[in-house]
């Protein structure tokens, strides 16, 4: 959802250029420092940021790096942050297309990918973030044990990931159709707790490559 532009926005992205970057950026000390980390995660359509800061809390010794097109949703997620300083965590206001280029291969622990934009017109399945073009990339920056974990409000979607994933160079470890939330590897986000209050099945994948 295209989110309205306040005009608090850009003052608190400009105010906040340590933890927010944009595509830029990339040759940034605090980008290249940040991606070098030896437990690197990534959430692509971090919206508000509800997802990345409690992970972030919950896994101090972990870098999450989100990423986040919509620079008003970014500026939500930054005003949760500004005052406590997570060291731990960074955001990229770019599209996560663009950034996952940026990344080394093999380098990065988990991707993850929440509520994802379903994108229901045949026409625009190609910008969905589980399309095969996007497992491609993912399969290249991740670990040989990397995870691949996508959690969605959305049948459709879901049903055609799964069969995107079938045709990749992932396996599908888990799979589950009314995720009850508990896995302790994850944090409920704000589209999240919007389904769940409204009785949604969330659904949820885990994948791994299969190797080469
Ligand atoms: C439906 S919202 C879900 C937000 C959040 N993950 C949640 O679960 O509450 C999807 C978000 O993904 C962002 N998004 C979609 N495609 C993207 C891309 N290619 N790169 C970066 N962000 C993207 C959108 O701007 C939007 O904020």
């Not at 625009?124 to 996007?134: A, D, I, N, Q, S």
Request: aromatic share 12%; charged share 35%; net charge negative.
């Amino acid at each position: 959802m295209r989110l309205k532009k306040r005009p608090w926005g850009d003052k608190v992205l400009s105010q906040n250029i340590d933890i927010v970057l944009s595509g830029n950026d990339f040759e940034k000390e605090s980008f290249t420092d940040f991606i070098s980390h030896d437990d690197l995660v990534i959430e692509i359509g971090s919206g508000k940021g509800d997802f990345i800061i409690q992970m972030a809390k919950k896994y101090p010794d972990i870098a999450f790096l989100a990423i986040e097109m919509q620079s008003m949703a970014l500026a939500y997620a930054v005003r949760k942050i500004q005052d406590e300083r997570l060291d731990n965590v960074l955001f990229i206001n770019c599209d996560g297309t663009y950034l996952l280029d940026q990344i080394k291969d093999k380098t990065v622990n988990t991707v993850f990918l929440n509520h994802s934009d379903p994108w229901p017109k045949k026409r625009h399945h190609k910008r969905r973030l589980t399309y095969p073009t996007m497992l491609a990339k993912y399969d290249r920056i991740l670990k040989d044990d990397g995870q691949l974990i996508f959690k969605t409000d959305n049948d459709d979607l879901f049903k055609d990931s799964i069969e995107y994933i079938d045709e990749s160079n992932f396996k599908l470890d888990v799979i589950e159709y009314d995720y009850d939330g508990n896995d302790e590897y994850d944090a409920k986000t704000e589209y999240e707790a919007r389904f769940r209050e409204i009785g949604t099945p969330i659904k949820r994948f885990i994948a791994t490559k299969k190797g080469e």
